[in-house]
Each structure stands twice: as C-alpha cells, then as structure tokens.
DNA sequence: GTGAAAGCGCTAACAT
DNA sequence: ATGTTAGCGCTTTCAC
C-alpha cells in the first residue's frame, strides 16, 4: 500500500518535489520546528527561525497547501461560475462579464483569496455545486443569472454559499448582488425624454429578470412623463451578437416611428446605431440612444455611447464580501448598487 | 492533539460536511468498499455498488478533492497568471487578454481540467510560481510576456512548468506560444501598400516583444516594395487608453505625412480613428486604418475595422497542450499560429 | 468481494 | 525551545 505508483497521473518525469521533511532534515531540525518557524510561531528560537526561512527561500520551497488545507480543514479559494450557452458557448464574450471577471479577480486578491473559475452548462446550473461539494472552494460566486431562477433556488436550498450577480426577484432564496436596473433604466429614459424624445423604443429580452428591471424603469420614466409605454416599441432581443441589428430591423418592419432608443447593453447599442446609420437615421441627430452597462469601448465609439454605468469594482468587492458572510454560516443579505448615468453624444 | 479547534479559519457556523466514512456506514460497508465503488472498481459486487452510489448522489456527497489529490499525489489544476502593471492595474482590461481568458477555461475544461487565476504585479513576476510552489497547480500559463523576458527564463530555469502567450526570442528558456507576429505585420502592411498607400504610419511600442516583430514585419514588407521604413512615422505608444489619440498627435506634431496607418491593436487603432475623425481626415478616404488582433467589437465600430485576427481558440488548445507536456515532465516546443489578415472598411 | 491498516504532507497537543 | 506522535479524508496493498 506505500507505492502509488510513482508514475502518477499526469505526472510522470518530473523530480520529486521538495517537502517539509526536506527543510528539516538540511536545517537540522524536526519538521515541528520547521512548520512552527515558517508559520512564525514565537515558540521558536530567533536563530533557528532564521536558519530555516533561509533554507526555504533559498530552495523555493513553498509548503504544500493542499496537504496543510486538510490538516487544517481551511480553504481560501473560491469558486466562480460563469454558464455558459450549451448553443452558442457565446457568453464569456460580451465585454461585460469579462470585466466583471477582472473586479472579481482583484477583489479576491486584495482578500488573499484564491479564484477557480469555472465554465458550466447553463441547463445544468447544479454542476456549479461541485466545486464546493468536492471541497475545493469554500463557496461559489456565479456571473449569470439568466433565466435559472428555480436552479438556484434550489443550490441555495441545499445550502451551498452562493452569490449571483443579478437582479433580486420575489421568493428568492439565494443572495445576489447586482445594479439597481430599475433606477438605471429610468435614468436613461429619463434623459431622453428630457431632450424632448417622445417615441422611445426599448430594445432587449425582457424574459431576462435584468432586462425586466431595465424595462420597469423605463415605464416608470414615461409614465411620470404621462406617457403610455407602447408594446409596439418594445422589441425582445437577445444579447447575442446580430440581435442589436435585428432589433432595428424589427422596429422597421413595423413601421413603428420612433426618435429615440434605450438599449439594454452597450453591445446591443452599438449594433443598433450601425444599423441605423446604413439605414440612414443618423445617430443623435435623428434618433438618440442611450446604451447599459458602460463598457470601455463605450467611449470609443463613434458616436461616443451615452449609458448606464453599471458599478463594477464595487460589484467585485460586494459579490466577494457576501460570500465570505455566507461561507462563514451567517445569512447575507441581497443588495443593490446604485448606478449613474454616463452622458457621451450618442443621446 | 485531535482537535484543530473546530471553529476552522473561514470555517465556523456551518455543519460538518459529509465524508466518505459517513455513507459507509450509512451503507453499512467499510470505506475502502466506498471508494473502490465510487472510483467504478470491477472488485465491488455490482449490488453494493449501486447502493453507494445512489447513496453519494441523494445526498450530493462528492469525494474530497484536497484529501484524494493528496493521497494520489495528482492534481488537475493549471495555474493561469495575469501580470498587472503594479500603476494602472489595467492589463485585465484589454479586450484581447479577456477573450484569450475566455478561451483557455474553454480548453482547460475540454481537457477536464480545472483553472485557477492569479494576478500578481508584473514586477515581481517570481510571484507566478508561488501557485506551484505550493502544490496547487501542475503548471502556469502566463498571459502577458510584456518586457518580463529575463524574469521568465529564471522561472524556466527553476523548473517551473510555464507556458508564455507571447513572441518567440533569442536565448528563450521557457515555452512561448504566440501568433505569428512578424507575418502579421507584413500582412497588413502589404495589404495598405496594395492599396496604394505609401506612407504609413506605425502605431505602438516596439519595446514589447511581440510588437516589434509586428513592426519587423512592417519594414519587411515595405522593403518588398523598395520601400525605406521612415522612423518619422514610427510612433511608440502604449497600450494603454489614451495611447491612440496620443499617437495621432504626435504625428501630426511632427509634421509627419501619411496616408495610411497600422496600429499595433485594435484599441489603438480605434482610438487613432476616432482622433483622425476630430482632426478632420477621415477613414478609410484620408488615412487608410488595419488594427490588429480582430477583437470582437473592431467589426461593430465606425468604421468596420480592418484587423489581423489572432487565433485565439487555437491558442487556448495550444497554450494548455504545450503545459501538458511540460508539467509531464517532457520539454515542449515553442509555437507559433498563423494569423490571417480581416478585411473591413477602414482600409 | 470486502475490510484493516498504513501513509500522502502537514499541524498541534503533549511530553520533555 | 524542540521532538514525538496522532490524524486531517482519502486510496490501496495485503489478508481473509
């Protein structure tokens, strides 16, 4: 039973690693002491402390977390999930998500946290347990909501430490952490109806509990303004590539007359002003759009995109402190953060 | 000494989790039977077997991961690092770096292999091996060979199994996988001589590895053309926001005429486009524009952008089978990906 | 076909 | 101040 084979799995050629035992035995001293001076424990003598730092130092050695995770029964990684399309595998590409990523990563180091990131099949929400249920991360941070409502109910339910990045919806039984969409999509509407627009259309997938959100701000807005939403200017689209053109096309089709467009993301946006220029509705002059999320390309842009900032290193610092309350047994609370609007010339 | 005080660091209120010894005695069977019939032996009566199994699956129990790697001294976690410059932090920004991200965890998933990211300050990029040192991972992909060639090689002449996203060079101890960065050049370049254009500008700092076999490529093909590469129209400017307009400026500072223009990326060349447009000469009739690297959003800007597109699936694949290799304990070859010219309006 | 027991690399109570 | 030893959760040899 003392040989696992030494050719172990996807390790075959290389030496073996130096261990604890290694630092004892050159440093001339038990591997308690080695462990207790390289965890500076007082308890050992100064001289000897700085006999065995040196060795480790010099010989690389780093101790085995793994090995000291279980011994400890401690962890400091946490796992973050971004499903994925089974279709399109599309949505680790929308700019968005990906600079939600880079937050988290800073937020997580600025922690001394560790990130295992994670691709799962949106359909099979449940996989994004595993990591947890394997032990490998003390819970999971998962950018994505979509449409999975129940699925993450049901993690939650099972008490894995999640947070979603989101939107908070009725009987919801796992924390999110997301923009306040509500707020963001009258900010927008807002101010285009204060630049005298009248005929807004909203473009995105309302069956998205964002998008909704989104969208209930922009009634909101019009209606303060005593004006009827109209379905007719109301166009569902998804975030895919190729949906910010449809959209327009859809609201030509039904020759609905509009002077104004609140797109749900800045990538919809940009299609749709391109495609309203080949149209020949020049963008602000004929028609003014107002984008979400605020990208950095936002401001490259030609015209340079008016949108809803969404916060994003705050977002980071709030989906990681959230989960650190969850994973340490308390409850953690959903919150909302606010959003701003970011006046460029494309509105 | 058998009790690490049960209030575990990041460990306190929740309940014990489930381990091996709890469904073999729920299964009435020792633990050993347990992990042969999880692990699918042929020496477990299929009976008993399936009991376990139902059993781990109804109550979500997964095998610990820490305890199992350790015990069969394996790992399938690969280490992927992103070097930020300790100023800006900004590095994880570059839509480029986000989608080579996306697709590494692509890759690393197919191979069943799990990824664990790190950021750590370019600048003290011994850092990268911490992650290995430890144990955590059999090997590091580095995104960002930056001007960290020689910190590089000290890493590869430690043994670090590390694979490097980036330009091949003399005297290279460790493993780069990049794309082919001096045909790239030459193939944007030919393509605005083609054109006509025989002044062209170059945009971007040639102090960066792989842009300076861009800008070789650059001089290799006006030579062809009997050309004399003009250091009036080389400009160094980073990749940093703001470098574009900045490159334009100093152009125009100069004196320098030009026709057209090759920008070391995308994000560069966006940004000079943007700061033509203000300046009066517009694009693609004034000054010809080819970015490179063909990220998503350069076919939904103003001008639809001519690019060079880099092969970024292909890298991923790459970038995680040449690791493969390395942490096998096998020496593995550079390499380098074709890339392939994108022709769109702005040149 | 199944179980007992040793040990992966580490830490910490206990002894000295 | 340091060493001895048991055991974190798992796998596997060896014995039955």
Known sequence: MLKPKPAAPAASAQQRRLQMADIARLAGVSTSTVSRALAGSKLVNDETRQRVLELARSLNYSINIGAQNLRLKQNRTVGVVVPYDP????????????????????????????????????????????PFDSGRVI???????????????????????????????PQQLYCTVGGDNVAGGALATGHLLQRGRRRIAFLGDINLPEVEHRYQGYCQALRAQGIAPDPQLQVPVSFLPGGGAEGVRELMRRGAAFDA???????LAMAAINTLRELGRPVPDDVAVVGYDDIELASYFHPPLSTVRQPIAAAGRALVAS??????????????????????ASA
Do not use: Y
């Open 139 to 169: 819970g999971v941070i998962l950018i994505g909501q979509w449409r999975h409502h129940d699925q993450l109910n049901q993690l939650a339910a099972r008490r894995v430490p999640i947070v979603v990045w989101g939107a908070q919806l």
């Open 261 to 267: 467009m609140f797109a749900s993301s800045d990538l």
């Open 87 to 130: 279709d399109t595998r599309q949505q680790l590409t929308d700019p968005f998500f990906l600079a939600m990523l880079g937050s988290l990563a800073d937020a997580l180091t600025e922690q001394g946290l560790d990130m295992l990131l994670t691709r799962v099949d949106a359909g099979q929400l449940d996989a994004a347990a595993q």
């Open 323 to 344: 989960l650190l309350e969850l994973a340490d047994g308390q409850g953690a609370a959903s919150l909302q953060l606010p959003t701003e609007l970011v006046l460029r």
